[in-house]
């Protein structure tokens, strides 16, 4: 079975999400899908890990800094002032 295969089968199980968005291997599509999945998840630590994550998109960042958790919504918040966004 091929490598993006694999990344793409690992995709659809839970519980691989936070290997798959530290693999090398994954492509920049699949970091955006997981990056959003996190943000829109009902868990927490993973919204805060979108929000603290340096890749995740200035459109999800923008919604996590409206989040009910307010320790996301200041990571969010902090996020989005870097420079490099």
């Known amino acids: ?19 798959l968005l530290a693999h090398p291997n994954t492509s920049v599509e699949m970091r955006q899908t997981l990056m959003t999945t996190f943000a829109k998840s009902y868990i ?18 923008t919604e996590l800094a409206k989040d009910k958790n307010l320790e996301i919504r200041i990571a969010a918040l902090q996020a989005l002032k870097k420079p490099n966004i």
């Open 44 to 61: 927490e630590p993973d919204r805060l890990y979108a929000a603290q994550h340096p890749d995740t998109p200035v459109e999800i960042l």
């Open 1 to 19: 079975m091929h490598q993006k295969t694999v990344l793409e089968y690992l995709a659809g199980l839970t519980g691989f999400n936070w290997q």
